[in-house]
């Protein structure tokens, strides 16, 4: 089993549609998870930090399963600008203040 | 404004003849780290410093080594490089989170580094 997995899509979704994805990851002691965004040719920017009570801003919501050992984002209202490769990271080496990336699910929002 | 700025934003080298890419950080940050990344493949990382201290990962070949002369410095130096190392380098910093086990702070990356080899 791959330590943090994401479905790589493409996930292609009418604007204004909501869309999740989600992120397994395969340490049951991770704490730290975080959302990024990705468009092509780009860095990686940060999206959202994952809480324990989950964590909303604007249109994004991010919850985390603990039970399951995933986390969560939610897109409502979909606009043609978050058309990206979103990446999950948690953090899966104790000890260091490392994180682990998904490879990422990629999604187009379609006029 | 820009806090990880990574110079050049494109590099050509030959087969071989090493290169150095350059990071800094306006952020004041105890980490930084220095990733791989091809294309449609997560980040990988090739290590990372807590300050002072180098944390090398074990796949990371000895062909990438890494100086970080400041807090607000960090070099990657490619002694040799292949046609397989034709990539973006990413560098990115986090505060430190000492003695909290299993808990990072979120990594701000730099725009990036993409390097052609031929």
């Known amino acids: 089993r791959k330590e943090v997995e994401q479905d790589p899509g493409p996930f292609n979704v009418p604007e204004g549609a909501t869309v999740a994805f989600n992120c397994t990851y395969s340490?049951?002691?991770?704490?730290?998870f975080f959302w990024y965004r990705q468009d092509c040719r780009k860095e990686p920017k940060l999206l959202m930090s994952?809480?324990?009570s989950g964590n909303e801003d604007g249109r994004f919501t991010a919850q985390l399963n603990r039970a399951s050992q995933y986390i969560s984002l939610l897109i409502r209202d979909s606009k043609l600008s978050d058309s990206a490769t979103y990446l999950c990271?948690?953090?899966?080496?104790?000890?260091?203040?490392?994180?682990?990336f998904g490879t990422g699910t990629r999604l187009t929002i379609i006029p | 404004d820009a806090m990880v700025i990574q110079n050049p934003r494109y590099q050509v080298t030959q087969f071989g003849k090493p290169v150095t890419l350059s990071c800094s950080q306006t952020?004041?940050?105890?980490?930084m780290y220095w990733y791989q990344q091809k294309s449609s493949q997560a980040p990988k990382l090739l290590f990372h410093?807590?300050?002072?201290?180098?944390?090398n990962e074990a796949d990371t070949p000895d062909n990438f080594q890494s100086r970080r002369p400041n807090t607000s410095f960090c070099f990657l130096d490619i002694r040799s490089p292949g046609l397989g190392d034709a990539a973006m380098y990413l560098c990115?910093?986090?505060?430190?989170?000492?003695?909290?086990?299993?808990?990072?702070?979120?990594?701000?990356f730099g725009p990036g580094t993409r390097l052609t080899v031929t």
């Open positions: 410093y807590y300050d002072k201290d180098f944390n």
């Open positions: 952020l004041n940050h105890n980490v």
């Open positions: 994952v809480y324990s």
């Open positions: 340490n049951s002691a991770s704490q730290s």
């Open positions: 990271a948690v953090n899966m080496d104790f000890g260091n203040e490392k994180l682990t």
């Open positions: 990115a910093t986090s505060r430190g989170a000492p003695g909290r086990v299993g808990f990072s702070y979120e990594q701000y």
